[in-house]
């Protein structure tokens, strides 16, 4: 059974099945940042180290494959409905729905045509840079204005994996993370001297800094109830689990023949 394909112009390897068996992974940059990206935009970044330098978390081997990730969700305002630029993790019946991933050099593109509405999520790391951009492009291929909401979301790390694994409580204590002026920043006081920062280039109408208030209780990233509900609780803490989510609503004008 065939999955994808090598676009050998591009080069390029593209799959147009995202139900893939397993895994079809990329490794995104070239120096000190790293991104490891799966064909559903599950993964995790690392600085110069995966075992103790870990910026987002990843949960090996588990149940559903491949989560968390880098996400972008699509919400439609006016009738609820909400789908994720990759296929997962929302999931959608691919019946209704195309998605594409295209793993190129250094860089991974996230396709998704979805109810009218055509949307890219581009990742990459710039060469002399240790940041990983997301360019997000989402078009109107409906007849009709359309009003909906974009909210991003990846999960930070302990840093350390035999801390994110075994130190559970006292990790919890040694966390913080905060909003102001577009931009989320979380902190691991077990090291001081670093922090990680999540932003975009609009102003958000909302953010959620705490893993559980975007995703809610007895949920996953599948059905997060900051996206259910349309909104960002504005979460941040001290302690627990964190997350960088930015909301934003737009509004789409109707394609004209």
């Known amino acids: 059974m065939q999955y994808g394909y090598f ?13 893939v068996p397993a895994s079809w992974t990329n490794y995104i940059g070239v120096k000190d940042l790293c991104t490891v990206i799966s064909h559903n935009a599950g993964g995790y970044s690392f600085y110069k180290t995966a075992e103790h330098h870990r910026i987002t978390r990843f949960r090996q081997n588990g149940v559903p494959l491949d989560r968390p990730g880098h996400y972008v969700y699509i919400r439609d305002d006016d ?7 990759s296929w997962q993790p929302v999931g959608k019946d691919l019946s209704k729905a195309k998605y594409q991933c295209r793993h190129g050099l250094s860089y991974s593109k996230f396709i998704s045509d979805y109810q009218g509405i055509h949307a890219e999520q581009l990742l990459f790391i710039p060469v002399n840079d240790d940041v990983e951009l997301w360019d997000v492009k989402i078009k109107n291929n409906n007849g009709k204005k359309r009003n909906l909401s974009v909210f991003t979301y990846v999960e930070f790390s302990f840093h350390h994996i035999e801390i994110d694994n075994q130190n559970l409580q006292m990790s919890l204590y040694a966390s913080g993370s905060n909003y102001a002026d577009g931009v989320i920043e979380y902190d691991f006081f077990y090291e001081p001297w670093t922090y990680h920062y999540f932003t975009s280039n609009v102003n958000p109408d909302g953010y959620d800094c705490v893993r559980d208030k975007f995703l809610g209780n007895y949920r996953t990233e599948s059905n997060p109830i900051a996206v259910e509900q349309g909104n960002c609780s504005n979460s941040s803490e001290l302690g627990g689990n964190h997350c960088g989510s930015l909301h934003k609503k737009i509004s789409l004008g109707a394609v004209r023949p």
């Open 79 to 85: 009738t609820g409905e909400y789908w994720s630029v």
């Open 7 to 19: 676009d050998n112009e591009n080069h390029e390897y593209v799959i147009e099945r995202p139900d």
